[in-house]
């Protein structure tokens, strides 16, 4: 056995053992089938036009893995993980059946007072706040580290930023845990959410703090980002220097919008020639996300009924994928199949602008009778076994099975 204090950042050398049990677990028969036929099935009326990138992308699929040769190799130990591996209730609710226990949230000290120098601790793909590590360290756990290596390229930038004296502006949502765990890295840092933040702030670099314009005073500009800045921040001094950086899940083009207008800010408060020394920005959103957005937005040029985006009312890049579709046509972010509760009733999260909150809520009127182009899509964080259960359920409801699906070759 390891001695206490090791911490493993490539795995434990198991992937051969684990691989059968996780495709038992987590791939689907129509998801493989489909990709053999370019992504078009039909059966009866029904036809099934799925994105040519969806689901899992190498990083969750790395996460995962890593917990389960954590579980064989160390099967007498307790296995704690900082919270969700990954934003998906399967993959979650999958580990707990292993064994693996989910931490609550509090301050690093009470989260983490059960464990042990013996015990194995799990760090998510979204990765920990250095507090956090810092705890586990001083114990001597155990780690088993599954950060994304996209995250962690956000992480090599912030810190840049902080050695060179630059304020990490982050497009990204602030109590998120990837985003938690990108600013304790930062130094100086403001979160912003979406373009409406963004023009707040905007609005105050270009007044220089003196109100006029629409911009916000200092105080309560400092009122408004409260929970979503570092400690002591003051805009005056911090937003004279800013690098921008983002949740890598958050939606492409917003992130790169966002850079734009800031950048377009910074140079008619200070002038373009002083810009180099007042303006970074880095493209951190990972290609999984973006080629999953770039996908559905192909899949949105056909002609289509309706969508069904299947990934956790929590996974941000599922959202985002969401947000894209509702655009367009009738769309319905669900968890998983058990969502469709019936032909005429949906359990899905509303579209942004809805008129409803974030929580999910029942729709009725979803699936309409005769003959039917459904779009499907998944979240990073999904895996194909719930796409394939998804798409099993629609047939189930027309009165078909698995067995009546071809490939469709009429586009």
Not at 66 to 84: K, Q
Not at 102 to 112: I, Q
Not at 150 to 173: A, I, L
Request: one cysteine or more.
């Amino acid at each position: 056995m390891p001695p206490p204090g090791i911490h493993y950042r490539r795995g434990l050398g198991l992937r051969k053992e684990i691989i059968e049990p996780l495709t038992e677990d987590y791939r689907g028969h129509l998801i493989r089938f489909a990709r053999d036929h370019d992504y078009r099935l039909r059966a009866g009326e029904i036809r099934f036009l799925i994105a040519h990138e969806f689901g899992f992308c190498y990083g969750v699929d790395r996460a995962i893995e890593y917990a389960y040769e954590a579980r064989l190799r160390f099967p007498e130990r307790r296995i704690f993980l900082t919270g969700e591996i990954i934003h998906n209730p399967y993959v979650n609710r999958r580990l707990s059946e292993f064994d693996i226990l989910f931490l609550d949230t509090g301050s690093p000290e009470a989260k983490f007072a059960e464990v042990g120098p013996q015990d194995v601790v799990l760090l998510p793909a979204f990765g920990v706040p250095t507090s956090e590590l810092d705890v586990l360290r001083r114990k001597g756990s155990i780690l088993v580290d599954t950060t994304c290596g996209s995250v962690m390229n956000v992480w090599k930038n912030v810190d840049r930023y902080k050695r060179d004296g630059f304020t990490s502006v982050v497009h990204g949502k602030y109590a998120h845990e990837e985003t938690r765990a990108t600013t304790s890295r930062a130094g100086t840092f403001l979160v912003v959410r979406d373009m409406a933040e963004t023009q707040e702030v905007c609005r105050y670099i270009e007044a220089g703090g003196n109100g006029g314009a629409a911009a916000l005073t200092r105080g309560a500009f400092i009122g408004r980002f409260a929970p979503a800045c570092s400690s002591g921040f003051d805009p005056d001094r911090d937003l004279a220097r800013i690098g921008l950086a983002n949740q890598t899940t958050m939606l492409a083009s917003e992130s790169l919008e966002i850079a734009a207008v800031l950048r377009d800010s910074m140079a008619r408060r200070y002038g373009e020639d002083d810009l180099a020394a007042r303006f970074r920005s880095f493209d951190t959103i990972c290609s999984a996300t973006q080629e999953r957005q770039d996908a559905v937005l192909e899949l949105l040029r056909e002609d289509l009924d309706l969508m069904l985006v299947v990934g956790g009312f929590n996974s941000s890049n599922t959202a985002n994928l969401a947000a894209i579709c509702n655009r367009r046509l009738p769309s319905y972010h669900i968890a998983g199949p058990e969502c469709l509760l019936s032909v005429d009733e949906i359990r899905c999260r509303p579209a942004p602008g809805s008129g409803h909150g974030p929580e999910p809520r029942v729709q009725r009127g979803w699936l309409p009778e005769g003959p039917l182009r459904i779009g499907v899509t998944s979240g990073a964080s999904t895996p194909d076994v719930m796409v394939h259960r998804t798409m099993l359920r629609v047939l189930e409801f027309r009165g078909m099975t698995e067995d009546d699906v071809q490939p469709d070759e009429s586009f």
